[in-house]
């Protein structure tokens, strides 16, 4: 069973390696995802970092390019104007597009583990 999830989590259309935050043997399949979710958040995975100018101010001319949803995040974490540039704003976009994107695949990682467990029930 460790290889089928370990596949499965690898093939998730996500922005992240959830593999690389996992442990696998600690998902608790009752609520997986949100105990996926939180390995993720406690190992930093969703901490999406853009350096340098050229790459931060393409990403948020791409994403964002108001500047609208980026200064709102940064306000929620309590930053204030004269912290900010557009690395920190475009980490803190790509960050939560992360979690967002994450999140949308809650159905489909409780329903696999739900399978998984009634498999290993019939064993």
Same mark, same amino acid.
């Not at 093939?11 to 993720?40: G, K, W």
């Given at each position: 069973?460790?290889?089928?999830?370990?596949?499965?989590?690898?093939?998730?259309?996500?922005?992240?390696?959830?593999?690389?935050?996992?442990?696998?043997?600690?998902?608790?399949?009752?609520?997986?995802?949100? !105990?996926?979710?939180?390995?993720?958040?406690? #190992?930093?995975?969703? $901490?999406?970092?853009?350096?340098? /100018? %050229?790459?931060?101010?393409?990403?948020?001319?791409?994403?964002?390019?108001?500047?609208?949803?980026?200064?709102?995040?940064?306000?929620?974490?309590?930053?204030?104007?004269?912290?900010?540039?557009?690395?920190?704003?475009?980490?803190?976009?790509? !960050?939560?597009?992360?979690?967002?994107?994450? #999140?949308?695949?809650? $159905?489909?990682?409780?329903?696999? /583990? %739900?399978?998984?467990?009634?498999?290993?029930?019939?064993?």
């Amino acid at each position: 069973m460790k290889t089928k999830t370990e596949n499965f989590l690898r093939e998730l259309d996500t922005e992240i390696d959830v593999l690389n935050y996992v442990n696998i043997e600690d998902i608790d399949y009752e609520d997986a995802f949100d !105990s996926i979710r939180n390995m993720i958040e406690e #190992n930093n995975g969703f $901490d999406v970092e853009i350096i340098y /100018f %050229s790459r931060a101010i393409a990403f948020l001319a791409e994403n964002d390019p108001s500047l609208q949803e980026c200064l709102e995040i940064a306000s929620e974490y309590g930053y204030e104007a004269y912290n900010l540039n557009s690395e920190i704003l475009a980490t803190l976009l790509a !960050s939560q597009n992360a979690r967002v994107k994450f #999140n949308e695949l809650e $159905d489909e990682i409780n329903s696999f /583990f %739900s399978e998984l467990k009634e498999e290993e029930e019939e064993e």
